[in-house]
């Protein structure tokens, strides 16, 4: 038994140090011919044999070989399951603590009984986030947490600020983006739209709408009023 178990020590040892062998081969391979590369965030194995899975700036992710003598950029697909799994591995790497945001520098929008709780940044000038806007009057029994995200314009800072500093914050938002009526003149302590700019860009959203859910997955885009309320359930 001592030498079977002194047996399986050595082994495991040895496939450790493998392993740190081909990452090493792999960071120094990559960083010497794509300088872009030179900041490696994680090498880790894929389920086919001699790929590996290359992540960089967080969430983006590469595949190659043990030598990184070739970089493939794109979804790796499971066939026997039908399943994406670059899209579950980002999924699973840009998920946020839905719990943690900071509620206080959204305002609320509340349908039904509000059980069902939902976050939303968007533009008031984004085109894709009016036609959102417009499918989400279709949802009920749901709290949105708007944020406030201007990142298309000073036009669009300005309309944010109108918004956050009107008497009703989400009757300006909707008069807006469903009903075409612009946001009156105001002002205030607007100082949480700067934090919300901030904030987004931590969290590397890009575009609006970006949707964040309860289990912490996001959905970038207008999506339908069917595909909100599949996340929802």
């Known amino acids: 038994m001592k030498i079977l178990h002194i047996t399986l020590i050595t082994a495991a040892l040895l496939a450790a140090g493998t392993a740190w062998s081909q990452e090493a081969t792999i960071r120094k391979n990559l960083a010497e011919r794509i300088p872009q590369l030179q900041q490696i965030d994680e090498v880790s194995k894929t ?27 794109g979804s790796l697909i499971d066939t ?23 509620f206080k520098d959204a305002f609320t929008i509340v349908r039904g009984n509000g059980k069902r709780k939902l976050a939303v940044f968007e533009d008031p000038n984004c085109g894709y986030c009016k036609r959102f806007e417009k499918d989400l009057q279709k949802i009920n029994n749901v709290t949105v947490y708007m944020f406030l995200y201007p990142i298309l314009s000073a036009d669009s ?60 997955s996001r ?15």
């Open 47 to 73: 389920p086919i044999d001699g790929i590996f899975e290359v992540r960089v700036n967080g969430a983006d992710i590469y595949y190659t070989d043990a030598q990184a003598n070739y970089l493939i950029q």
């Open 157 to 216: 800072t300005e309309k944010s600020k109108n918004i956050w500093c009107a008497k009703d914050k989400a009757k300006s938002w909707s008069d807006w983006m469903v009903r075409d009526v612009p946001p009156a003149a105001a002002s205030c302590d607007a100082s949480a739209i700067t934090r919300n700019v901030e904030l987004g860009h931590k969290f590397k959203i890009t575009g609006t709408p970006t949707l964040i859910f309860a289990d912490g």
């Open 219 to 233: 959905v970038p885009g207008a999506v339908g009023a069917d595909q909100v309320e599949k996340r929802l359930e």
């Open 80 to 102: 026997k399951q039908k399943r994406n799994l670059t899209e579950e591995r980002v999924d699973k790497l840009t998920a946020i603590n839905f719990a943690a945001l900071p």
